[in-house]
């Protein structure tokens, strides 16, 4: 039964140097929207040098090539707080060990911290938490339909 077993990667994963994430405040609201499942607003993203955003967004929803390219170019911190948002200990530990305060406040909002949407009430900007609250209720629904055995695979 080999076709179980995971393969092994052949090549060691290179160390990739983080890229800036400082996006305007419009931007980050596009990027909800595009969260919360706006397929127009997605392709633009990735059509007006936002390409990162339009694979965060696929990320968020459990797509693995997206995923790998955030790694593979420069976006593992965004990666990390989807991560983060997903419950990974270890994403969360990442992101405070390279001190991405935000980033780790906004993964654990999403995953319904509220010691965390507390922090980002008082150190973050309204189209933040706007991002953080489409996240939460894309992820709840992700989770959702995990648990429904009727809806297993649809997502």
């Known amino acids: 039964m080999k076709w179980f077993k995971k393969k092994e990667r052949t090549e060691t994963p290179q160390q990739v140097a983080l890229k800036p994430i400082q996006f305007p405040a ?4 596009l990027w909800a929207k ?9 392709l633009w993203l990735k059509e007006n040098g936002y390409e990162a955003l339009f694979h965060a967004t696929n990320a968020v929803y459990l797509v693995q090539h997206s995923r790998d390219w955030l790694m593979e170019n420069g976006y ?6 989807i991560n983060a948002a997903e419950g990974l200990e270890k994403a969360q530990q990442w992101l405070l060990m390279h001190q991405m305060d935000l980033l780790y406040h906004i993964g654990r909002a999403v995953d319904h911290e509220t010691d965390s949407f507390e922090w980002l009430a008082k150190h973050a900007t ?3 938490i706007i991002l953080a609250k489409s996240m939460q209720f894309v992820k709840d629904r992700i989770e959702e339909n995990h648990n429904d055995i009727h809806f297993f695979g649809k997502d």
């Open 76 to 81: 593992a911190h965004l990666m990390a707080m």
């Open 126 to 128: 309204p189209d933040l």
């Open 26 to 29: 419009n931007v980050v609201l």
């Open 34 to 42: 595009a969260i919360e499942g706006d397929k127009v607003i997605q």
